[in-house]
């Protein structure tokens, strides 16, 4: 049996992560291309702006296009300030759709987060609002900014531990590995 080791980004950010990213989805698509990469993820800050020109524009260069979306969630211990992040007990999600359920709930998070502000600004996503519109959706928690990463670089091992134990009962991994299908072969990617 081959094994295919063949990269596949899952957290790319494009033009339409204001103040995030500065390329534009036709240069992201054409390295992705470039480097032979059979699959993409769109995971751009807080807005599912660019999803439309991008999945066109992967799959007409036959990249299997993967949406997602980098999310604000309210950390669930409001009681300490983290020294990592920006912002007063604000961590990031990335979170990728699997399917048409997940889409849907990409969607009303994205748009909750804007609609349900009492500011200018985009509001963080609670715990309760992420966990309730799960479905479909799988959740990339690692990373500097992400709630387990956040704990882990503050020692605190035990809140990762939680917070890791909380998210694997409330989001399941998927247990299938996904496999994405539009290129020319299945590839699989295990999240």
Same mark, same amino acid.
């Given at each position: 049996?081959?094994?295919?080791?063949?990269?596949?980004?899952?957290?790319?950010?494009?033009?339409?992560?204001?103040?995030?990213?500065?390329?534009?989805?036709?240069?992201?698509?054409?390295?992705?291309?470039?480097?032979?990469?059979?699959?993409?993820?769109?995971?751009?800050?807080?807005?599912?702006?660019? !999803?439309?020109?991008?999945?066109?524009?992967?799959?007409?260069?036959?990249?299997?296009? %993967?949406?997602?979306?980098?999310?604000?969630?309210?950390?669930?211990?409001? &009681? =300490?300030?983290? #020294?990592?992040?920006? &912002? #007063?007990?604000?961590? #990031?999600?990335?979170?990728?759709?699997?399917?048409?359920?997940?889409?849907?709930?990409?969607?009303?998070?994205?748009? @909750?987060?804007?609609?349900?502000?009492?500011? =200018?600004?985009?509001?963080?996503?609670?715990?309760?609002?992420?966990?309730?519109?799960?479905?479909?959706?799988?959740?990339?928690?690692?990373?500097?900014?992400?709630?387990?990463?956040?704990?882990?670089?503050? @020692?605190?091992?035990?809140?990762?531990?939680? %917070?890791?134990?909380?998210?694997?009962? !409330?989001?399941?991994?998927?247990?299938?590995?996904?496999?994405?299908?539009?290129?020319?072969?299945?590839?699989?990617?295990?999240?």
């Amino acid at each position: 049996m081959e094994i295919n080791h063949r990269f596949v980004h899952l957290r790319a950010r494009s033009s339409y992560s204001l103040a995030q990213g500065a390329i534009l989805i036709d240069t992201l698509i054409s390295l992705a291309k470039r480097e032979n990469m059979p699959a993409l993820a769109l995971t751009d800050e807080g807005n599912l702006f660019g !999803t439309l020109e991008f999945a066109l524009k992967a799959s007409e260069k036959g990249i299997q296009p %993967i949406i997602g979306c980098i999310l604000e969630l309210e950390m669930p211990d409001k &009681k =300490e300030n983290h #020294k990592f992040n920006y &912002k #007063k007990n604000i961590s #990031k999600i990335s979170l990728i759709v699997r399917n048409k359920k997940g889409w849907k709930n990409l969607s009303v998070l994205v748009s @909750n987060s804007f609609l349900d502000s009492n500011t =200018e600004n985009q509001r963080p996503i609670s715990l309760k609002e992420l966990f309730d519109n799960s479905e479909g959706l799988s959740c990339l928690m690692g990373g500097t900014e992400g709630p387990l990463g956040i704990y882990l670089l503050e @020692n605190k091992y035990s809140e990762a531990l939680k %917070i890791s134990k909380l998210f694997v009962t !409330t989001i399941p991994p998927s247990p299938e590995v996904i496999v994405l299908s539009g290129c020319n072969e299945k590839i699989q990617i295990s999240l």
